[in-house]
């Protein structure tokens, strides 16, 4: 199958009608482009394009995170409109490089920008705790007015949000500014990012994939274009973007954050068999804290029933390590495969530099059941054979990641009685986990993201170091250890057995030349609804970060 799929005439009109929306004071010429090859590391670019002042650098600096941004704005130092305008160019400069969006409507953002201060100076006070902060969001969900696509052609102009969605609304009550939606890929179903849309750029290497579903997001973020990004995971979607952009987001267990979904868009409608959960793409961790106390701090659970009624923070974990210390399990491994050379340097050294604070009692954790939840979620994920998935395409070329995800062999066309078996064995599986998690009396477990660094494009095929944690419904936080993938550090590894055919293409597709330079993050999960220890253990870690090559 051919990796460049020909479009039909209505992808290429939404392409155009997209790119048509950004200011034409902000369109990079061809030459300017050319300058950045596939391969490039593209982070300078914003400033080489001498589209932004100094200021607009400053503001929108990747180092320079939501908390900082908002303090600014309370403290006069800019106005809301300074910092959706910057943020508005660089969006811009970094879509023309990356692909990153999808919907445009800065136009939109600014005027909300103008009313904020209005309001700031006319009242003294500040609208909410994320007064003027510009937050980009994920295709799919809902946005009042706003289209929302599945990563298929075939829902333009037939899905169109009439509200914000739940979560998007708390957040715009708090005072933020929406100003475009990111890319994300067909059937939203892959951990890289690739659609009728375009095909999404890692900033850092654009021969890499900036991971997926949420990889607009990710490539936005650690560019600079966004100082925060709503996302969403059911396998990865969240995890695998900030890993492979070197930035932060926390996977919360599944009923504590509001839906933000419109209605009608995910691949496969109804299936509730393995939940999907927003969050954001972040700069920082206390970026994190900031989305969730902002959340929760509304209650939501009073609006929508369905939610787990817990508080940011409502209790502080007792730790199970000796001497009150955080017993670390680390998987080195999932026991399917084998991680590339870069995560397994990055993951030794940190737990190496972790053994030298008193905070932590670090052991072994062997991944039990793994296999077993990653091939369990594989058929949920998919039980109606994938003929949701097919028929939403309608004619519309199947890309290859799509095509592979289809034809996994657990993907099957199941009977009622077959997906219940499927949801039994779930749930045995969760209890089996949970007996084997509570043997280890760990607090949390520290573990690659994936099976490398950001993956060569169109070749992520293995999710299991974040689906299996989808499958159990355990929280996970992504943050960047400060490594990066090095040829010299990280050479090939010789010969050897390859522990199944996920572990046979993942070696395969290592070339240390190809990798240089995708930053190297890692995971830490904690067990169910105990999300914040996910961050207060992260907090510790980060005594030791970052991390040197």
């Known amino acids: 199958m051919s990796l460049t799929p020909i479009w039909p005439q209505v992808a290429l009109d939404a392409v155009a009608q997209r790119d048509a929306c950004i200011p034409e004071s902000l369109r990079l010429p061809a030459s300017f482009l050319a300058k950045y090859p596939p391969g490039s590391d593209v982070m300078s670019a914003a400033a080489e394009s001498g589209l932004m002042t100094d200021k607009e650098l400053d503001i929108t600096d990747p180092s320079n995170d939501a908390t900082a941004i908002l303090a600014a704005i309370k403290d006069k130092k800019v106005t809301s409109l300074e910092v959706m305008t910057a943020f508005m160019k660089r969006a811009a400069i970094g879509h023309q490089l990356l692909c990153c969006l999808t919907q445009i409507f800065f136009e939109e953002g600014l005027a909300r920008a103008k009313e904020l201060d209005e309001y700031y100076e006319t009242t003294g006070e500040l609208v909410g705790p994320l007064h003027g902060l510009p937050i980009s969001v994920k295709e799919h969900m809902a946005l009042k007015g706003k289209n929302a696509t599945g990563g298929f052609l075939g829902d333009l102009g037939r899905l169109v949000s009439t509200e914000h969605a739940?979560?998007?609304?708390?957040?715009?009550?708090?005072?933020?500014?929406?100003?475009?939606?990111?890319?994300?890929?067909?059937?939203?179903?892959?951990?890289?990012?690739?659609?009728?849309?375009?095909?999404a750029l890692n900033p850092h290497n654009t021969k890499?994939?900036?991971?997926?579903?949420?990889?607009?997001?990710?490539?936005?973020?650690?560019?600079?274009?966004?100082?925060?990004?709503?996302?969403?995971?059911?396998?990865?979607?969240?995890?695998?973007?900030?890993?492979?952009?070197?930035?932060?987001?926390?996977?919360?267990?599944?009923?504590r954050v509001p839906s933000n979904l419109l209605a009608g868009v995910p691949a496969v409608p109804g299936n509730d068999a393995i939940?999907?959960?927003?969050?954001?793409?972040?700069?920082?961790?206390?970026?994190?804290?900031?989305?969730?106390?902002?959340?929760?701090?509304?209650?939501?659970?009073?609006?929508?029933?369905?939610?787990?009624?817990?508080?940011?923070?409502?209790?502080?974990?007792?730790?199970?390590?000796?001497?009150?210390?955080?017993?670390?399990?680390?998987?080195?491994?999932?026991?399917?495969?084998?991680?590339?050379?870069?995560?397994?340097?990055?993951l030794k050294q940190l737990v190496d530099a972790l053994k030298k604070t008193d905070a932590f009692e670090i052991v072994d954790y062997e991944p039990k059941y793994h296999a077993e939840l990653v091939s369990t979620a594989h058929g949920l994920y998919f039980p109606d054979g994938g003929a949701s998935v097919r028929q939403r395409a309608a004619g519309e070329p199947l890309l290859h990641l799509t095509e592979w995800a289809l034809g996994l062999?657990?993907?099957?066309?199941?009977?009622?009685?077959?997906?219940?078996?499927?949801?039994?064995?779930?749930?045995?599986?969760?209890?089996?986990?949970?007996?084997?998690?509570?043997?280890?009396?760990?607090d949390a477990v520290l573990c690659p993201t994936g099976p490398g660094p950001a993956q060569i494009l169109q070749t992520s095929k293995y999710w299991g170091y974040t689906a299996a944690w989808n499958c159990v419904d355990y929280p996970?936080?992504?943050?960047?250890?400060?490594?990066?993938?090095?040829?010299?550090l990280d050479p090939k590894d010789g010969p050897r057995e390859p522990w199944s055919e996920y572990d046979a293409h993942t070696t395969s597709c290592y070339e240390p030349e190809v990798f240089k330079n995708a930053p190297l993050s890692l995971q830490i999960v904690a067990r169910r609804n105990v999300d914040e220890a996910t961050l207060m253990i992260l907090k510790e870690v980060e005594k030791v970060l970052p991390l040197r090559n």
């Open 476 to 488: 996970a936080i992504v943050f960047p250890t400060g490594l990066r993938a090095d040829p010299v």
């Open 409 to 442: 062999p657990e993907v099957r066309d199941h009977t009622t009685h077959e997906h219940w078996a499927l949801h039994i064995d779930r749930d045995r599986l969760r209890k089996a986990y949970g007996d084997y998690w509570n043997s280890q009396k760990v």
């Open 275 to 346: 939940l999907a959960t927003s969050g954001p793409i972040a700069r920082s961790s206390r970026d994190l804290e900031l989305f969730f106390t902002t959340v929760y701090g509304t209650q939501p659970w009073l609006k929508d029933m369905s939610l787990t009624p817990l508080p940011w923070g409502y209790q502080t974990p007792k730790w199970t390590g000796s001497g009150g210390k955080i017993r670390l399990g680390v998987m080195w491994n999932d026991g399917v495969v084998h991680p590339q050379p870069p995560i397994r340097r990055a």
């Open 208 to 255: 890499l994939t900036p991971g997926g579903s949420s990889g607009g997001c990710s490539a936005l973020v650690s560019f600079g274009g966004s100082p925060l990004s709503l996302g969403s995971d059911i396998g990865g979607s969240l995890r695998a973007p900030a890993a492979c952009c070197g930035i932060y987001t926390l996977k919360p267990t599944t009923k």
């Open 166 to 199: 739940h979560l998007n609304q708390i957040l715009w009550d708090a005072g933020c500014v929406f100003y475009c939606k990111t890319n994300l890929p067909q059937s939203i179903m892959h951990i890289e990012t690739f659609s009728f849309w375009g095909q």
